[in-house]
């Protein structure tokens, strides 16, 4: 037997040792260069990057991720221009200008629900615009459509139709249920709604890899002005909540959408105990 890899070399003694069959082990060429493969694994020895790359076989977790950070920030999370100007169908009464105003979430809201959501009348981020929950479960070629249509104006410059595909995915088979977990009154997370034993044990396992143990390693403050992990869980969980589903656009930031979402609010619950200064 031809071992390919040292990878492929310790699945082999490990199947030796245990008295199992070894894996077939395949080596092949493709478009990306050397690929190879263990058993119905592939990966390439030219890993794409992980922040704008795309993987050989995407898997949904990975659409419905990459999808909610183009909702987040496109240009950001599709590493291209940043528009220019305010975007056309921003209405007036809107607060925000420039490129600002072309992300999804400006106004459809990190709940989804636009004008009836955390975004109501009376908020900073308030337009009129309502949310999208009702392309729930529609069809991704329909939704794509609609975001290229006289309104939504994203050309094929901006998105191109791969990648219009993943955000459409993301809005019909990504959004979750914001209010079961978060009061949208308040903007809290809901006593109860996240198990915060167990979101310590993730944040401490996996985010504490990049913010610190106490969520302070990272800091996003201006001036004498600090912003962690904790101040923004405390005063917008429900970003965080988007973020730790998909991660921040343009970071090197892994997410849980590939587990259940109450994971991700258990995290967000933990994160909203830790220091805010």
């Known amino acids: 037997m031809k071992i390919l890899i040292g990878a492929a070399t310790l699945v082999a003694a490990t199947t030796m040792l245990l008295g199992l069959s070894a894996p077939v082990l395949a080596s092949g060429d493709d478009d990306n260069g050397d690929r190879r493969e263990i058993g119905d694994y592939e990966f390439s020895s030219g890993s794409p990057d992980f922040v704008h790359g795309v993987p050989i076989n995407p898997e949904e977790a990975w659409t419905l991720a990459v999808g909610g950070r183009i909702y987040d920030n496109w240009w950001n999370a599709l590493d291209v221009a940043e528009p220019r100007g305010t975007h056309p169908a921003y209405p007036e009464i809107g607060q925000k200008s420039g490129e600002q105003t072309w992300r999804c979430k400006s106004c459809h809201g990190w709940d989804f629900l636009g004008k009836d959501g955390i975004y109501a009348e009376g908020s900073s981020n308030y337009t009129g615009i309502g949310g999208i929950t009702g392309a729930i479960g529609r069809p991704v070629e329909q939704i794509a459509a609609l975001l290229r ?126 220091p805010v200064d």
């Open 149 to 274: 249509d006289e309104n939504h104006l994203y050309t094929t410059d901006m998105i191109n139709d791969e990648q219009m595909g993943w955000v459409a995915a993301f809005v019909s088979r990504g959004q979750i249920d914001v209010a079961k977990y978060i009061d949208l009154t308040t903007r809290t997370m809901i006593p109860g709604a996240g198990d915060i034993s167990r979101g310590r044990g993730i944040f401490q396992t996996v985010c504490a890899a990049c913010h610190g143990f106490d969520g302070r390693l990272l800091d996003w403050g201006d001036g004498d002005s600090s912003n962690f992990v904790g101040t923004e869980a405390s005063e917008l969980p429900d970003e965080v909540l988007h973020k730790v589903l998909s991660s921040h656009p343009g970071a090197a930031m892994v997410n849980l959408r590939a587990f259940p979402v109450q994971f991700s609010v258990d995290v967000v619950a933990y994160a909203a105990t830790l």
